[in-house]
C-alpha cells in the first residue's frame, strides 16, 4: 500500500459548487497532515494543515482528518477558476519525513 | 515571511557534466530537503539535511550528493548528470510545525 494516496482524478467541478478532495495513508503514526496547491510549473505552496481529529476551516478552505479512518480530505467551497491547480496531501510521520501523494488535478470551470 | 531561493530556475547541461544545485533560506530552519517532480511520479525525496554538516539519504538517493556546510544553504550535486536526471528540482526547508517551504523549483535538462 502506498504511503499517501490521493483520488487520482482530474476532477472537474462549475464555478461555485464544492471541490472535494480526498487523501488516506498507511502510516498510523502520522502526526501531522498538510494540503498543498501546486499551479503548472510552479512549485507547491502550504494552504492548510491539520492535526487533530476534526475539521478546521480557513476562509473558503475547510481539512477535514479522521485518524481512525486513516483519510483527511480538503474541502473547496464556491470554488474559483483560479483554484485550478494539483492539490497534494502530505503526511509528516513518524520516520521525520514529509511523505506527498502523487496529487490530485483540479479543473473549475467557469 | 520564508523566503527558500534557489539559484538557477532553467539550466541545460550535457551528459557527464557535474551540476550544482544551490538553495538559501532566510528562517534559521534546521531541517532542509531536495526533491524531484516528474510527471506521474510525484514528488520524490532525494536527499534531506537534519543541521549543519548533517544528511540523510532519501527515497532515490542514487547519482546525487549534498553539501550542507552552512545552515542556511544546502546544495545538491549530480557528480555525472545523466539524461534521467532531466526533471524539476525542488529544494525546501521546514517549520517548526513541520510544514515545509519551497523555493520556486530549478527545472534541468540534461542533453
Known amino acids: 500500500q502506498k504511503e499517501v494516496e490521493q483520488n487520482s482524478g482530474p476532477l472537474s467541478v462549475p464555478e461555485g459548487a464544492i471541490a472535494s478532495l480526498n487523501c488516506t495513508y498507511s502510516?498510523?503514526?502520522?502526526?501531522?497532515f498538510f494540503w498543498y496547491r501546486q499551479y503548472s510549473g510552479k512549485s507547491p505552496e502550504l494552504i492548510m494543515s491539520i492535526y487533530s481529529n476534526g475539521d478546521k476551516e480557513d476562509g473558503r478552505f475547510t481539512a477535514q482528518l479522521n485518524k481512525a479512518s486513516q483519510y483527511v480530505s480538503l474541502l473547496i467551497r464556491d470554488s474559483q477558476p483560479s483554484d485550478s491547480a494539483t492539490y497534494l496531501c502530505a503526511r509528516f510521520g513518524s520516520n521525520y519525513k514529509l511523505t506527498f501523494g502523487k496529487g490530485t488535478l483540479l479543473t473549475v470551470n467557469p | 515571511d520564508v523566503k527558500v531561493t534557489q539559484s538557477s530556475r532553467y539550466l541545460v547541461k550535457r551528459t557527464g557534466e557535474k551540476v550544482f544545485l544551490e538553495c538559501v533560506q532566510d528562517?534559521?530552519?534546521?531541517?532542509m530537503f531536495w526533491y524531484r517532480q516528474d510527471p506521474g511520479l510525484g514528488l520524490r525525496l532525494i536527499y534531506f539535511?537534519?543541521?549543519?554538516?548533517?544528511?540523510e539519504k532519501g527515497d532515490i538517493p542514487e547519482g546525487y550528493s549534498v553539501s550542507r556546510e552552512k545552515k542556511e544553504r544546502f546544495s545538491l550535486i549530480l557528480e555525472s548528470a545523466s539524461t534521467n536526471q532531466t526533471s524539476m528540482y525542488l529544494c525546501?526547508?521546514?517549520?517548526?510545525?513541520?510544514?515545509?517551504?519551497f523555493g520556486e523549483g530549478s527545472r534541468l535538462t540534461v542533453l
Open positions: 539535511s537534519y543541521d549543519v554538516k548533517m544528511k
Open positions: 525546501a526547508s521546514r517549520g517548526v510545525a513541520g510544514e515545509l517551504f
Open positions: 502510516d498510523r503514526g502520522s502526526q501531522s
Open positions: 528562517m534559521d530552519h534546521e531541517n
